[in-house]
């Protein structure tokens, strides 16, 4: 059974940091695409950055390139997202999702995950 938790939202000043932490469990020994996707409050999933386990290709929206870095630890099985410059439009629930494969990219539509986080909330206000 595949498992996400979300970690490290919370509330940041505009222009600060935070470091979302996901970690997965159940995929074994098979690779797997990780991807970050956001919703604010009556908007839509918005897809933010995805990696791949077999080849650590990386993939960005670009709303967020340059100021949003998705990582991954293999050891522990975890992905990380870290995000800089953060504005108040960045406020939503952040979701982790995750998708058995071995393809060599990923990409970043929500589709492609059947695996889900419960989420985590980040708010940028002063």
């Known amino acids: 059974q595949v498992q996400l938790v979300e970690s490290g939202g919370g509330l940041v000043q505009p222009g600060g940091s935070l470091r979302l932490s996901c970690a997965a469990s159940?995929?074994?020994?098979?690779?797997?695409?990780l991807g970050w996707f956001r919703q604010a409050p009556g908007e839509e999933r918005e897809g933010i950055a995805c990696?791949?386990?077999?080849?650590?290709?990386?993939d960005y929206v670009d709303s967020v390139d340059g100021r949003f870095t998705i990582s991954r630890d293999k050891a522990s099985n975890t992905v990380y997202l870290q995000m800089a410059g953060l504005k108040p439009e960045d406020s939503a629930i952040y979701y982790c999702?995750?998708?058995?494969?071995?393809?060599?990219?990923?990409?970043?539509?929500?589709?492609?995950?059947?695996?889900w986080g419960q989420g985590t909330q980040v708010t940028v206000s002063s």
């Open positions: 159940g995929f074994g020994s098979h690779e797997y695409a």
């Open positions: 999702a995750g998708a058995a494969t071995r393809k060599l990219m990923c990409v970043v539509t929500a589709t492609e995950y059947p695996y």
């Open positions: 990696i791949s386990s077999r080849t650590d290709y990386t």
